[in-house]
Structure formats: structure tokens, C-alpha cells
């Protein structure tokens, strides 16, 4: 059974259970090793087996999430989200101090990458070749990952600020999947659908990873995971290459 190695920061906010509530925030970095998406046995709160195009479609639709109660575990469950938890959950990520995280195996900082032309989910060509002297930034991620979705707003941000820079999304879902979930949630990097392969090629098993390379070619700036303020570091990345002759 082919294995994807999610490398994930997770931030434990209080929104679980009440106990939960009364522990301070923490932040910590794990690897979460799990079968691949489609073969995860999904519950909901009644403890029923939910098949994987609904609650995939749940996901899609926004203000769901998954949970599990081991980092090992195959069997989770579908939670739908309040508007207190996601209010708790941004408002203890503000308060946490911004984390350096560990640059990508698959993209090492000082070198060069080949990268691979593709669709993307509007049916044009991603030519990479022709983007040289571009700054690239890339952002591997898939839509049930949810560090993946709560950075979305940050890196629109980036987009926003950035338009001499060019912002490429590397999904692994359908291309379908992809669109209905751009519907509920704006996310404005160009985006290449079912990259599985092309992920496989690069090495890129952590999501999300996101990666800045300059007007050379030149890998600058790689991260596995998520954390409170570990977009800083992209952003001042991005900066300093752009300053750059």
C-alpha cells in the first residue's frame, strides 16, 4: 500500500473538548504517516463509515475537518467546525511566536531543480522554461490536508502583494476536485491538478511544502509543514529575491 508521509506543524488549539480548552496552546512538529487519502476509514460523530466522495465533498465545501486520535491511526473522524472554532484556532495562532521550519528533502536550499511542465485545472500549459528569470514560488498541498487549507489566506496575501512573482499550486486531487473546492475557497496561485506523479518525482512527501526559487533557477527557500508565522519566513524570502539583480 503506497504511503504518503504527511509532515505537518500542528497547533493543539482548544477546540476538541472542554478539558482542551483549559491547557494553554502549545506548538509542536510531527510526522503523520497514513494510507493514502481514499483508503482512510472516515467517521462522523454517530461513529457511522462515511464513504469517501461524501465527506470528500464536505471537505470541498469548507467548515469541516478530520481528526484522529493517533498519528497513526487510519480511522478518523469528520468534524464539523463552529464559528468559535475556527475563531479559537486563528486567535491562538496569532498569539504563538513565528516558527522557522525545516526545509524540504526534496528541494535543498542552494540548488537547482528541474520542474515539470503540467496543466493547469484551466487547461493551459505550466512552462516552466519558459518562466526563467521569473521568481517561482510553489506550494504543494492536497484539500484534505488541513494545515494545507489554513495557510490559504496567508499565501492569497502573498499573491496580492507579489504580482511581479509567479505563484504555482501543485495539488493532488482531480482536476474536478480542485475547481468545486476554488468555488467555496479563493485560492489564487495557478494551480496544477493531480500531481501525484509529478510529486513522487520531486521527493515531496511532506504537505503542505512550499518552496521559492529565484531568477537563477536556485532553490532559496524550502519548508515542510505548518505553524504559527511560518509563512514570515516565505515572505521574507521572497523579499530578499525579488531585491535581487
Not at 465545501?61 to 475556527?86: N, P
Not at 542552494?110 to 493547469?120: R, S, T
Not at 492569497?156 to 509567479?166: C, F, G, H, S, W
Not at 468555488?183 to 512527501?205: M, W
Request: glycine residues 6%; aromatic residues 8%; hydrophobic residues 40%.
Amino acid at each position: 500500500m503506497r504511503k504518503i508521509v504527511l509532515l505537518i506543524t500542528l497547533t493543539f488549539a482548544s477546540i476538541i473538548s472542554a478539558e482542551a480548552q483549559e491547557k494553554p496552546a502549545v506548538s509542536k512538529t510531527m510526522v503523520v504517516r497514513s494510507s493514502t487519502m481514499e483508503q482512510k476509514i472516515v467517521k462522523d460523530s454517530t461513529g457511522a463509515i462515511v464513504p469517501y466522495a461524501q465527506w470528500h465533498q464536505m471537505m470541498v465545501s469548507g467548515g469541516y475537518t478530520l481528526r484522529s486520535r493517533g498519528i497513526d491511526s487510519d480511522t478518523m473522524t469528520l468534524v464539523k467546525m463552529t464559528a468559535e472554532d475556527i475563531a479559537r484556532r486563528n486567535n491562538t495562532r496569532s498569539r504563538l511566536p513565528a516558527m522557522m521550519l525545516p526545509p524540504s528533502p526534496a528541494f535543498p536550499i542552494g540548488k537547482k531543480k528541474e520542474l515539470f511542465n503540467a496543466k493547469d485545472v484551466n487547461g493551459n500549459k505550466v512552462d516552466f522554461k519558459a518562466l526563467a528569470g521569473k521568481v517561482i514560488v510553489l506550494n504543494f498541498w492536497f484539500i484534505a490536508c488541513e494545515p494545507c487549507k489554513q495557510e490559504i489566506p496567508e499565501l492569497n496575501k502573498l499573491v496580492a502583494d507579489n504580482p511581479d512573482v509567479v505563484f504555482i499550486g501543485i495539488g493532488l486531487d482531480l482536476k474536478y476536485e480542485i475547481k468545486d473546492f476554488l468555488k467555496v475557497t479563493p485560492f489564487n496561485y495557478r494551480q496544477i491538478y493531480d500531481a501525484r506523479e509529478d510529486c513522487n518525482r520531486y521527493g515531496v512527501n511532506g504537505y503542505p511544502t512550499n518552496v521559492v526559487i529565484d531568477k537563477k533557477g536556485i532553490t532559496r527557500y524550502s519548508s515542510s509543514g505548518f505553524g504559527s508565522g511560518s509563512l514570515t519566513y516565505l515572505k521574507k524570502t521572497i523579499e530578499e529575491v525579488k531585491a535581487e539583480n
